[in-house]
């Protein structure tokens, strides 16, 4: 590594798990009410609690979350929400890279789009495996309407919030809805680094720009738009499985099923414009600052090994 830049110099492991923690935790600072916003969208209709309040379109509903819940109220569950990024986005992240690797067969130069789809499943259900908890409590806190600050709260805190799922629900109450987020971060990991994978590749490869925020921003976004296209009905059933009540479906394809003949088959795209937004917005800052971690992370490292 003498003599190379920072850029230069392929970053570890280690950089790359907490690269993409840090920068997925940034990306949802500056996107969760758009992620809120999507939630409410997608169970309006599904209870009496949902139905007080109608929403329309990504700002309207906003505006009429603030205006009846609070400033607050398109913040709710961030800190859940944080909690599942550094513990989700650095696995499915942080880890697709040495998972692709690790498929790829030795003395092969060329890395196929079935190793990077094999490699996007395998980081995104492990990723579901260690944050649903947190993805459970994010969505209920995000689903939840309060009227006002003298209306009843569910949960105290976010650490409530775990206690009282567990023991009202038992400990599988915290991992509802585990098959559909599989199937859902398993798409949308293909959906997101695969596409922004292949993008970044050919941009480079064919010189149309350098290894810099133009090209990073170009892919992010082209991933950001596959990731909703192909997510988004599975996205619906995993929010509305998730944040049911027991005994309102018997399981998600029960949800699915209902959600079929009581809404019809638009259902399934319900939030699909704060579900693009936020993705697209949530894709480009985060492989954005995501690019810039790494290269910050390994120029501290080369310092620290530097014997000057």
């Known amino acids: 590594m003498v003599g190379l830049k920072p850029s230069e110099v392929p970053p570890t492991t280690a950089v790359k798990f907490l690269g993409a923690g840090a920068a997925a935790c940034f990306a949802d600072l500056l996107t969760f009410p758009l992620d809120t916003a999507k939630v409410r969208l997608q169970i309006q209709g599904e209870n009496q609690a949902a139905r007080s309040a109608q929403y329309r379109g990504v700002l309207g509903t906003i505006l009429t979350m603030v205006r009846t819940e609070g400033p607050r109220s398109p913040y709710k569950g961030l800190v859940a929400g944080l909690q599942r990024q550094m513990s989700f986005a650095s696995v499915r992240i942080g880890l697709y890279d040495s998972v692709k690797q690790f498929y790829t067969p030795k003395g092969s130069d060329h890395c196929s789009i079935t190793t990077r789809i094999l490699a996007g499943c395998t980081t995104g259900a492990m990723a579901v495996t260690c944050a649903q908890p947190t993805d459970v409590v994010k969505i209920r806190f995000q689903a939840s309407v309060h009227a006002g600050p003298g209306s009843n709260r569910k949960y105290s805190g976010t650490m409530d919030a775990y206690r009282t799922i567990a023991r009202e ?134 310092l620290r090994e530097s014997p000057f």
């Open 169 to 302: 629900e038992g400990v599988r109450g915290l991992w509802k809805g585990t098959l559909p987020n599989i199937t859902r971060n398993a798409i949308i990991n293909c959906a997101e680094m695969v596409t922004y994978d292949i993008i970044k590749e050919k941009l480079l490869n064919y010189h149309l720009l350098t290894d810099n925020f133009p090209c990073h921003f170009v892919s992010a976004f082209g991933a950001g738009f596959c990731a909703t296209v192909v997510a988004s009905p599975v996205d619906v059933v995993k929010t509305r499985y998730m944040n049911s009540p027991p005994g309102q479906y018997r399981s998600p394809f029960d949800c699915m099923l209902k959600m079929v003949t009581q809404e019809g088959p638009t259902a399934f795209y319900k939030g699909f414009t704060p579900s693009f937004l936020r993705l697209g917005a949530w894709n480009v800052v985060m492989f954005v600052t995501y690019e810039q971690l790494k290269r910050a992370l390994m120029k501290v490292q080369m």
